[in-house]
């Protein structure tokens, strides 16, 4: 049997394979709410057999939205539509994840269709927040350094979302603290100058990340899987290294996270990727052999064979995957039949179903 379509145990949650819907914006919100698209998108990914789905990074305030699009889940009002979601999800015998995120200085953007660029606040954007007063593009308006009373509001704004996200049926949450933006800005040494308790020494730049796993898991059942995407290198020079990843990871587990997602970079506008099939897995793989907690690997994982191959070396215990999942939502069924594995098909959709007299 493939170790892609084995089953994962992670605390009260059962995977029935490896394969996970990361997280990928889908920019089609109004005021922060679901609606059809984020229904049939997810819904669709679900059928298509995937274990674990995850909605796109669902922002924590108003201010923290990448976009004025972005999913949100600051508000009770946004539960309703986000249980319809998971409720679809969990009836297709899969498992239903959101991942909380505040944008910082990466905030007040258009979405890439409509050009990607900041939007002003005299154009309707709003004023970003960073941890400290450094932008991510030099055209870009400078964010306000957070001060102290503002952090504590956002350690309290992950913690309501995740209050919110248990209200609306999910069973697991991943905290974003990658791809630059708020938490990944604290945890860089590129993006933060602070000279306080959050700032300097990497102990002090992974502090509020620390603190939110606290916030979070007040109210965040110990029994739900409760995981930590990070950019495992910012592929800029002095800044946060994949040594430091390992060293986080590490923290991570004894603080009660269950599984490291591996991405990297988003950080640094001068940032050098050498982007290339699987080129994240060495991440996943180090702090999985280093540290001994569960890792996902994400990034251009395209294949079946691919995937599996990542398993049997024991480089990660799932994999994520975006853009493959967004041109093939049933990656999973057309896996299994690939990798000669049985998977149970939609009753409405078995008789396409691959067999061997076809």
Same mark, same amino acid.
């Given at each position: 049997?493939?170790?892609?379509?084995?089953?994962?145990?992670?605390?009260?949650?059962?995977?029935?394979?490896?394969?996970?819907?990361?997280?990928?914006?889908?920019?089609?919100?109004?005021?922060?709410?679901?609606?059809?698209?984020?229904?049939?998108?997810?819904?669709?990914?679900?059928?298509?057999?995937?274990?674990?789905?995850? &909605?796109?990074? &669902?922002?924590?305030?108003?201010?923290?939205?990448?976009?004025?699009? $972005?999913?949100?889940?600051?508000?009770?009002?946004?539960?309703?539509?986000?249980?319809?979601?998971? $409720?679809?999800?969990?009836?297709?015998?899969?498992?239903? %994840?959101?991942?909380?995120?505040?944008?910082?200085?990466?905030?007040?953007?258009? *979405?890439?269709?409509? %050009?990607?660029?900041?939007?002003?606040?005299?154009?309707?954007?709003?004023? &970003?927040?960073?941890?400290?007063?450094?932008?991510?593009?030099? &055209?870009?308006?400078?964010?306000? /350094?957070?001060?102290?009373?503002?952090?504590?509001?956002?350690?309290? $704004?992950?913690?309501?979302?995740?209050?919110?996200?248990?209200?609306?049926?999910?069973?697991?949450?991943?905290?974003?603290? /990658?791809?630059?933006?708020?938490?990944?800005?604290?945890? =860089?040494? +590129?993006?933060?100058?602070?000279?306080?308790?959050?700032?300097?020494?990497?102990?002090?730049?992974?502090?509020?990340?620390?603190?939110?796993?606290?916030?979070?898991?007040?109210?965040?059942?110990?029994?739900?899987?409760?995981?930590?995407?990070? =950019? *495992?290198?910012?592929?800029?020079?002095?800044?946060?290294?994949?040594?430091? =990843?390992?060293?986080?990871?590490?923290?991570?587990?004894?603080?009660?996270?269950?599984?490291?997602?591996?991405?990297?970079?988003? +950080? @640094?506008?001068?940032?050098?990727?050498?982007?290339?099939?699987?080129?994240?897995?060495?991440?996943?793989?180090?702090?999985?052999?280093?540290?001994?907690?569960?890792?996902? *690997?994400?990034?251009?994982?395209?294949?079946? =064979?691919? @995937?599996?191959?990542? +398993?049997?070396?024991?480089?990660?215990?799932?994999?994520?995957?975006?853009?493959?999942?967004?041109?093939?939502?049933?990656?999973?069924?057309?896996? *299994?039949?690939?990798?000669?594995?049985?998977?149970?098909?939609?009753?409405?959709?078995?008789? /396409?179903?691959?067999?061997?007299?076809?």
């Amino acid at each position: 049997m493939s170790i892609l379509f084995s089953k994962l145990n992670i605390k009260n949650v059962i995977l029935k394979n490896r394969i996970v819907v990361s997280p990928m914006c889908q920019y089609s919100s109004d005021d922060g709410f679901a609606n059809d698209w984020h229904l049939v998108h997810l819904g669709s990914r679900a059928i298509g057999g995937a274990a674990l789905i995850f &909605t796109e990074a &669902t922002a924590i305030s108003p201010e923290g939205r990448i976009s004025p699009d $972005d999913l949100g889940i600051w508000t009770d009002d946004h539960i309703q539509m986000l249980k319809r979601i998971t $409720d679809f999800i969990h009836q297709r015998d899969a498992v239903s %994840g959101i991942q909380l995120a505040h944008a910082g200085r990466k905030a007040s953007t258009q *979405a890439p269709w409509k %050009g990607g660029k900041q939007i002003n606040e005299k154009d309707g954007g709003w004023k &970003t927040v960073a941890p400290s007063e450094i932008a991510f593009h030099e &055209t870009d308006e400078k964010p306000r /350094a957070l001060s102290g009373e503002e952090i504590q509001k956002v350690k309290s $704004d992950f913690k309501a979302a995740a209050k919110r996200a248990l209200i609306a049926g999910f069973q697991v949450i991943e905290l974003h603290a /990658a791809h630059g933006y708020l938490l990944h800005q604290f945890l =860089s040494p +590129l993006s933060n100058h602070r000279t306080d308790e959050y700032g300097g020494s990497f102990e002090n730049r992974i502090r509020l990340l620390l603190e939110i796993i606290e916030a979070v898991q007040e109210v965040w059942p110990a029994e739900n899987p409760l995981f930590v995407r990070i =950019s *495992a290198t910012d592929w800029a020079e002095d800044g946060w290294s994949p040594e430091e =990843s390992v060293l986080l990871s590490g923290i991570l587990k004894t603080k009660g996270i269950d599984l490291v997602d591996c991405s990297s970079g988003g +950080l @640094a506008a001068h940032q050098q990727i050498p982007v290339g099939p699987g080129y994240q897995v060495p991440f996943a793989e180090a702090i999985k052999q280093q540290t001994g907690v569960l890792t996902g *690997a994400v990034g251009l994982i395209t294949e079946a =064979s691919q @995937a599996e191959e990542i +398993l049997q070396k024991d480089q990660a215990d799932l994999i994520f995957m975006a853009r493959e999942l967004l041109r093939d939502p049933y990656f999973a069924l057309h896996a *299994a039949s690939t990798l000669g594995e049985e998977q149970q098909w939609p009753a409405q959709y078995d008789r /396409a179903k691959p067999r061997k007299s076809d």
